[in-house]
T-cell receptor, first 110, second 112 residues
Framework: GQQVMQIPQYQHVQEGEDFTTYCNSSTTLSNIQWYKQRPGGHPVFLIQLVKSGEVKKQKRLTFQFGEAKKNSSLHITATQTTDVGTYFCAGRTGRRALTFGSGTRLQVQP | DSGVTQTPKHLITATGQRVTLRCSPRSGDLSVYWYQQSLDQGLQFLIQYYNGEERAKGNILERFSAQQFPDLHSELNLSSLELGDSALYFC???????????FGSGTRLTVV
């Protein structure tokens, strides 16, 4: 079945440093979504990427979808303590339910 | 409040028992999804319903079953519970098959 791998599993940064998490799918995706889960909370939808090579920005967050539609990345510029949480990518093939990656847990040291 | 309501928030039960988790989707959303999240783990897809009908099944055990009712709320039934079933169970809803999910706050199940 479809597998979505995410690295790194965990990252600890100093406030103000940049952060990147990478997502790779075993199959070509129709689209990819990103979610953020704060400690003790539930996943919250951040963004969806649909087109090959698509790049979207949300303030300090930059999301990319690979040309082959099998990989994606999330980059956070100048992290803040409010960025703490686990970031999940989730890939979809056709109209199937989302397959979530294992997540990257981000810790930000003030 | 995300608009997706899950009850109960916490559940403690003994091995071998049966429990029912309830989910009310966001108003207007026709799709309901159930996911299991074990400690420090990712989200494992269990099952999806669309407008009352089962749409897709994931890694759902035979001891688990679900349904979606005419008012679109959904229930996840877990029976013959084992210690390994302890986890967070999330319900999510979406408008259609290709849109983002809105998650509920989850039900934390502890099997003792």
């Amino acid at each position: 079945g479809q597998q979505v791998m995410q690295i790194p599993q965990y990252q600890h940064v100093q406030e103000g440093e940049d952060f990147t998490t990478y997502c790779n799918s075993s199959t070509t995706l129709s689209n990819i979504q990103w979610y953020k889960q704060r400690p003790g909370g539930h996943p919250v939808f951040l963004i969806q990427l649909v087109k090959s090579g698509e790049v979207k920005k949300q303030k300090r967050l930059t999301f990319q979808f690979g040309e082959a539609k099998k990989n994606s990345s999330l980059h956070i510029t100048a992290t803040q303590t409010t960025d703490v949480g686990t970031y999940f990518c989730a890939g979809r093939t056709g109209r199937r339910a989302l397959t979530f990656g294992s997540g990257t847990r981000l810790q930000v040291q003030p | 409040d995300s608009g997706v309501t899950q009850t109960p928030k916490h559940l403690i039960t003994a091995t071998g028992q049966r429990v029912t988790l309830r989910c009310s989707p966001r108003s207007g959303d026709l799709s309901v999804y159930w996911y299991q999240q074990s400690l420090d783990q990712g989200l494992q897809f269990l099952i999806q319903y669309y407008n009352g009908e089962e749409r897709a099944k994931g890694n759902i055990l035979e001891r688990f079953s679900a349904q979606q009712f005419p008012d679109l709320h959904s229930e996840l039934n877990l029976s013959s519970l084992e210690l390994g079933d302890s986890a967070l169970y999330f319900c999510a809803s979406s408008v259609g098959d290709t849109s983002g999910y809105t998650f509920g706050s989850g039900t934390r199940l502890t099997v003792v």
